[in-house]
Nanobody, 125 residues
């Protein structure tokens, strides 16, 4: 079982920056790919960016060059990782609830997926 806690959302004006953070904790054999997803009103949830535990990143085309994902392993014993999403040059179309996501291998070697509760990002003048 792994818990995800996000922070850093808020209201900003177009062109400004914001950094989201997510902390994972709990118990697992390994925490693998971490990612940020977002869901705007009336739209489906979409992948924003992901990063493997080797550091390989993947970005949605709409955020490439503006957003940067990074991670740090704090402790393997309690599955504690930090995940960040630095968002620059924000646009109104970036407005959404942003969710942290973790792909985890359990102690039974099963594969599991966990989600954070979401944090609101609003870009408006």
């Amino acid at each position: 079982q792994v818990q995800l806690e996000e922070s850093g959302g808020g209201l900003v004006e177009p062109g400004e920056s914001l950094t989201l953070s997510c902390t994972t904790s709990g118990s697992a054999f390994s925490v693998n790919t971490l990612g940020w997803y977002r869901q705007a009103p009336g739209k489906e949830r979409e992948l924003v960016a992901s990063i493997t535990n080797e550091g390989t990143t993947n970005y949605a085309g709409s955020v490439t060059g503006r957003f940067t994902i990074s991670r740090d392993t704090i402790s393997r014993d309690d599955a504690k990782n930090k995940l960040w999403l630095r968002m620059n040059s924000l646009k109104p179309e970036d407005t959404a609830v942003y969710y942290c996501n973790a792909a985890v291998t359990g102690w039974n070697l099963g594969e599991y997926e966990y989600w954070g509760q979401g944090t609101q990002v609003t870009v408006s003048s």
